[in-house]
């Protein structure tokens, strides 16, 4: 019972990261119609910019935080303006390769950074433990479900609650349509990749505790990203939420039940059979045939 | 036809001669550039005329890499005759996968495939009694042909060479033919095709099919020439950059297949003088031949050959670019 609150907490953990990084490329393909494949080299520059402003600057924590969530809101203005402004009329499979191309510049302008040993982001609950029915839990486990579940409060206050958030909305249901009505189309598509990219940053910054802050760290995170997307719903906030936690828990629950070898396979083999017999996911893509 | 026997020719002339007067490890990569060039011309059954985005194409190779290498090293067989079974059984297995698969479309397609080459890396690593794991295979024996080894890098490049041009005059023919026809009509217009007789389930598993067995011929030929496989020689970045290759040179195109198979082979190579910062580059370079080129080489060379057509806007756009979804 102790070991299994202790995989349920840290598979939680894990899927918040998930989780996060799933919203923030789904907040882009809604609004853009772009699937990002360089998602998860966001979430590593979210880690790295944790380690140049907490590690290199040596910021005090909250300082350090907000510094780097500020790197990311302008890395996401400028991959707007670099890589999705010039490829927007290509087709998809240009963007694709696109997307791919410019994270490996990221990897490896990181690699030439910060060099390819590892660093260790610290927490702000650094060693902290709680004892909770006899199972040892890190409080910042504990603390990034929590982190997750005020960010996906936060997000839906924005998307539902303000005058930006439901223009968003409005551009991600139609863009003429938005267009016609008079919202500013091109400054709310720079802002879903900035909030992407944020939303990215946020996930690099809980993870970079929790594993080694390392160049290589992003294809991994992509990959769970996607089967999150898939197997939620592409398109659907709802979904990339689930779709995070179910990755976060399989990956977990099934390293310690199954087989650590074939930990990976659980969530890769249900996203196939989700795409062939539910396409659509558990939450259904609103908007069919976009792009 | 004319054109096409003389292109045919300047292309193993040109190969030849570079076999006779470049370096050794010039060579080496002429060699990973022919194998990736034999996959490439079958990713373009799958992408280039029935516009599936596979992102899975290097588990194909990888499959018939393994069926060869296990053939040759456990069994003891042949490599001429262990590369049947390779070949074949990597062609079914992309039929029994494709059927189920390839009702899905576009990005859905993309990430299905992307999630099979990953999960093929996964059993690939960990079924170590069959593949040997992370240490993969090794000692897979060269081949020879009527007692003359075709070891070395520039006798197995004159091998690769005759491959090359087999596969290529047999896609040239498929693709003339009623099946290439249909390939291409299912990936402009699926409802139009269906309109017309053709069998749209079917003829995308046969362009999948076909482009896995071109895929299997290139793991065979990379099984027979490095002696050594591992998982991750399969791994589904090998996946993206034979796609990246596809469109670098001119997707719908045998020699934009072989184009940009060689530039992206060569371009990194070229790219070191820039130092460490050389695959940073790369990245960059990629997007702005992306942005700047979006049909390709091929595309770019027939817009300077014919000029004169540039006013009508139909002929910049590739074949079936602009209904793709």
């Not at chain 2, 005759?81 to 494709?98: D, K, N, S, V």
């Not at chain 2, 130092?275 to 080489?297: C, D, K, Q, R, V």
């Amino acid at each position: 019972m102790a070991d299994l609150i202790q995989l349920l907490t840290n598979g939680l953990a894990l899927g918040s990261v998930y989780a996060l990084a799933a919203i923030g490329f789904v907040i882009v393909y809604s609004a853009t119609g772009v699937v990002n494949f360089a998602a998860g080299q966001f979430v590593m520059v979210g880690t790295f910019a944790g380690v140049a402003m907490l590690l290199n600057a040596e910021l005090p924590m909250p300082v350090g935080y907000t510094a780097a969530l500020v790197v990311m809101a302008l890395f996401g203005a400028l991959f707007y303006l670099v890589v999705y402004l010039p490829l927007r009329r290509s087709p998809i499979v240009t963007v694709i390769i696109g997307t791919v191309a410019i994270g490996i510049t990221l990897q490896n302008t990181a690699l030439l950074t910060f060099g390819s040993w590892p660093f260790r982001l610290p927490s702000p609950f650094e060693g902290m433990m709680v004892e909770v029915a006899g199972a040892v839990i890190s409080v910042h486990a504990l603390a990034v479900v929590a982190a997750t579940a005020v960010m996906i409060l936060l997000l839906w206050l924005l998307l539902h609650r303000t005058a930006v958030g439901i223009a968003m909305r409005a551009v991600a249901q139609d863009v003429k349509a938005a267009r016609l009505m008079g919202l500013r189309v091109q400054w709310l598509l720079a802002f879903s990749w900035i909030l992407g990219a944020v939303l990215a940053g946020v996930a690099g910054l809980m993870l970079g505790p929790m594993w080694f802050a390392d160049v290589n760290m992003g294809d991994p995170i992509a990959l769970k990203a996607f089967a999150a997307t898939v197997i939620g719903g592409f398109g659907s906030l709802p979904g990339a939420i689930a779709g995070g936690f179910f990755v976060g828990l399989a990956e977990v629950l099934g390293a310690s039940y199954i087989s650590s070898a074939y930990k990976d396979l659980i969530a890769f083999g249900v996203m196939i059979l989700f795409l062939l017999v539910r396409p659509q996911g558990i939450f259904g893509e609103p908007i069919q045939d976009r792009g | 036809m004319a054109l096409r026997a003389l292109a045919l020719a300047a292309f193993l002339a040109i190969g030849f001669a570079l076999s006779l007067s470049v370096s050794e490890y010039s060579l080496r990569l002429l060699n990973l550039a022919a194998i990736s060039a034999t996959a490439v011309i079958g990713l373009n059954f799958a992408f280039g005329y029935a516009g599936l985005i596979s992102l899975g194409h290097s588990a194909f190779m990888g499959l018939g890499a393994y069926i060869l290498a296990i053939l040759t090293t456990q069994a003891g067989w042949s490599p001429w005759l262990a590369a049947l079974p390779a070949i074949l059984g990597t062609g079914l297995a992309a039929i029994l996968i494709g059927v189920p698969l390839l009702r899905l479309k576009g990005h859905y397609l993309a990430l299905a495939t992307l999630g099979l080459n990953v999960s093929f890396g996964i059993v690939a690593a960990n079924w170590i009694e069959v593949t040997g794991g992370t240490n993969g295979i090794s000692k897979i024996p060269g081949v020879s042909v009527l007692g003359h080894s075709l070891e070395g890098e520039r006798p197995f490049l004159w091998l690769a060479l005759v491959v090359i041009a087999v596969l290529a005059v047999a896609a040239s023919l498929i693709q003339r033919s009623r099946y290439g026809r249909a390939m291409m009509a299912v990936r402009d217009d699926e409802t139009a095709a269906a309109m017309t007789g053709i069998n749209v389930t079917a003829t995308k598993v046969a362009a999948f099919a076909l482009s896995a067995v071109y895929a299997a011929v290139a793991g065979c030929l990379f099984a027979a020439h490095v002696h050594f496989i591992s998982p991750d020689d399969f791994n589904f970045a090998h996946s993206i950059t034979f796609l990246s290759m596809l469109i670098v040179g001119g997707e719908g195109t045998i020699a934009g297949a072989i184009i940009g198979a060689v530039l992206l082979t060569f371009l990194p190579e070229w790219l070191r003088v820039l130092g460490e910062s050389y695959l940073a580059f790369f990245g960059l370079m990629m997007l702005a031949i992306l942005i700047f080129m979006p049909t390709g080489i091929v595309g770019l060379l027939s817009r300077l050959r014919r000029p004169a057509r540039s006013e009508a806007p139909a002929a910049l756009v590739a074949p079936g670019e602009g209904a793709r979804p």
